[in-house]
């Protein structure tokens, strides 16, 4: 599950971008993002890649907002009614520097806060389409099993895309499920490093440097 994750232009620009993404001019850091708020993705709109934003949870057609997805497992996005039209000619990269996950204890445990260890993007696989009723684009971050060997403390984590297959993601031509199924393959950068951080993001009103700092105990 990921539900909540970090958009800091600052890290992310420590190292150069990958082909089909960049970010907006001048955006200010979201330490906290969290379910039913606006933050950036990139999508292809007229043949071309864009950064735009929308809003943090899945409401296709008319339906009823409080429905809203905000994870969608990676087994299920292709074939299913619901998700199977944004799927093929919807999806998005979700612009993140990092995200934060529980222990399976709890949230009353330290959770822990992940990221590029020299910074940099960590473009996490979405699916956008638009609601009727409020008149808003809005997005889920599709999640897949962890590999049993990985660093993470959850059963399921937010699918990570290898920047070889950004534009093969966007790309609104490819719409067969075959290779894009190849980019929801589980996947752990080389540089992934994690350290625990306080409960500041239980709060999803909280937005502050806080939230990423380190925790000892």
């Known amino acids: 599950m990921c539900t909540r994750y970090t958009f800091i232009p600052e890290s992310i620009r420590r190292n150069p971008l990958p082909p089909n993404i960049s970010l907006p001019d001048d955006p200010r850091p979201h330490y906290n993002v969290a379910p039913q708020q606006f933050a950036w993705v990139v999508r292809w709109r007229d043949g071309d890649p864009v950064c735009e934003k929308m809003q943090w949870g899945y409401?296709?057609?008319?339906?009823?907002?409080?429905?809203?997805?905000?994870?969608?497992r990676a087994e299920s996005v292709f074939g299913t009614l619901m998700f199977d039209e944004s799927a093929k000619h919807s999806r998005c990269v979700v612009l993140a520097s990092g995200w934060y996950e529980w222990p399976d204890k709890g949230r009353g445990t330290k959770p822990r806060y992940y990221y590029r260890s020299g910074g940099g993007l960590l473009g996490?696989?979405?699916l956008?389409?638009?609601?009727?009723?409020?008149?808003l684009d809005t997005y889920a971050i599709i999640s897949t099993a962890v590999n049993p060997t990985s660093t993470y403390v959850h059963n399921r984590t937010p699918v990570v895309l290898r920047e070889d297959l950004y534009g093969l993601w966007l790309n609104t031509a490819v719409i067969h499920e075959g290779p894009l199924a190849e980019a929801l393959r589980p996947y752990q950068p080389p540089d992934l490093a994690y350290h625990r951080v306080g409960t500041y993001i239980n709060?999803?009103?909280f937005d502050s440097e806080k939230c990423v700092?380190?925790?000892?105990h």
Do not use: C, H, I, K
């Open 59 to 72: 409401v296709p057609g008319r339906m009823d907002p409080s429905r809203a997805q905000v994870n969608l």
């Open 124 to 126: 996490l696989a979405g």
């Open 213 to 216: 700092e380190r925790v000892d």
């Open 128 to 135: 956008w389409t638009l609601n009727r009723t409020m008149g």
């Open 203 to 205: 709060d999803p009103t």
